[in-house]
């Protein structure tokens, strides 16, 4: 599996671009099966590096998303509430919300595709 | 001192190498290393698999199911003795659905009981509490003339589950399948094997049959990769517990450990009608006429969720002022029913079909209706 190169990847298994937008990854996605719910916090929310911010729920299990950098939620994709089976068909196309990064420096810490690549499957081999 | 912890072991059915073969996610359940779902590339996903028992056919691995034999000149007394329902009336080659239950009128487990011969019984029971049922039907049957086996490891136990597994199943045996009624048994060659048992029984509120076949590697991958073909028409899929869980939520039916377990009695579960106090004494009986008496403290109902969430097993069930009331046994969303539904126990005085709760879902109490149940039932055939 190849991973898009216009991001970074935590290793929870979130994808954030460089302009603040957050999503899940196709590996996310597979592990967790059928999602059927998304929650997602307002527009004006602040998110902690670290720290969950909303959740993704599969047919039989739920998930936190955790913040990959922190920052405050400017958009969120409304779309999901009614139709959360895109994440699953696209993960890195469907975002879940987009943030104003507090500090840039943060992202640095995060995975680049091919240490992403890396880090799952060196978790399914285990 | 240190203490030494028996590493536990993950026991595995002789289908194992075939479900990871075909891709299957793999999980840990009451100790054995079972499918959740098969993977979306082949048509499968939790989603997928339920639809296709629901309106063709999926097949399972459920041979974790653990099945106890008891023949002898008094195994009918014995059964009697140790299961709630009433094993007197069952004809030869009938099925009943009863259970096990401690003095205090709790569950030990839910079985099936297969009567296969004027003296014989089979009693299925679940994966999780073999040992357990096993010891406790040995050792409250001494008293009886009666033999019972642990025969647990010597089936493959394959699920066939649909409205067309009839079809399925017809086209690899010669035994008239249209002659044998729900929660009945029949014998016959099955992908040419001799004299296999096949009951039209299930857990997934569907019509179907669980066929049970030599437990060797070959055999059982053979058996299983022939009824798929068999059900290539169909729209046959491989099914995961993932689907047999929600299959069997929608249908109502208890999974020990959540809806059923041994703090809970009959009364509270509900399972009355399967219970026959009339018939002669039997393990827990004296308890049960004590607590109807006394009546229920609390029952279980079936919840729809009214706003937006899913409920969850073990998730708090809250009163209109907040207060802690009761719990999720099981919830998840129904993929049948397109509904997010669980089954929970409350008090009775809010047990009544259209009374609301609140369901604690991260903290917000996300309002439910309690609605009748089975929250799905099959269509009657024409």
Known sequence: MSYPTDRKYTKEHEWITADGTIGITTHAQDSLGDIVFVELPKVGT??????PFGTVESVKAVSDLFAPVSGTVTAVNEALATAPEQVNKDAHAAWMVKIKVKDPLEMNALLSASDYDKFVSEEAGH | ?????????????????????????MV?????DMPVEYPA??????????????????????????????????????????????????????????ALL??????????????????????????????????????????????????????????IQGPKAVDVLQKLTDADLSAVKFYWVTRGTVCGLKNILMGRTGYTAEDGFEIYIPPDEETSARVWYEILAAGKEFGA??????????????????????EISDTINVWEAGLD???????????????????KAEGVKRTLVGLEMVDRGIARDGYKILDEGGSEIG????????????????????????????????????????????????????????
């Open chain 2, 273 to 291: 009608r399967f219970c026959k106090m009339e018939k002669p004494d039997f393990l827990g009986r004296a308890a049960l006429e004590k607590a």
């Open chain 1, 46 to 51: 602040d998110i902690t590096v670290g720290k």
């Open chain 2, 102 to 159: 401690y003095p205090q009128g709790t569950f030990v487990d839910d079985v099936i009981v297969h009567r296969l011969g004027e003296d014989e019984y089979l009693l299925v029971i679940n994966a999780g509490t073999r040992e357990k049922d096993f010891n406790w039907v040995r050792d409250n049957t001494r008293q009886f003339d009666c033999k019972v086996e642990h025969l647990s490891d010597n089936f493959t136990q394959i699920a």
């Open chain 2, 28 to 32: 840990e359940f009451n100790g054995w």
């Open chain 2, 1 to 25: 001192m240190s203490v030494v912890e028996a590493t536990p072991v993950i026991r595995k059915t002789a289908l194992n190498a075939v479900h990871r073969q075909m891709g299957a996610k």
């Open chain 2, 327 to 382: 719990y999720v046994t099981s919830g998840s969303p129904a993929p049948f029913l397109k509904k997010n539904i669980a089954l929970a126990y409350v008090p009775p005085e809010l047990s009544a079909i259209g009374a609301t709760v609140k369901v604690e879902i991260r903290g917000q109490a996300v309002k439910a209706q309690v609605v009748p149940t089975p929250f799905y039932k099959r269509p009657k055939k024409a």
């Open chain 2, 237 to 258: 899929v491989p099914c995961g517990l993932g689907a047999r869980n929600t299959l069997r939520l929608e249908g109502k039916l208890p999974l020990y450990g959540h």
């Open chain 2, 41 to 98: 590339a082949i048509g499968c996903g939790i989603v997928a698999e339920h639809m296709a028992v629901r309106t063709g056919v999926g097949i399972f691995d459920v041979s974790h199911m653990g099945d106890i034999r008891l023949a002898g000149r008094e195994a009918l007394a014995a059964v009697q003795h140790i299961s709630m329902n009433d094993a007197s009336r069952l004809a030869i080659g009938q099925a009943q659905y009863s």
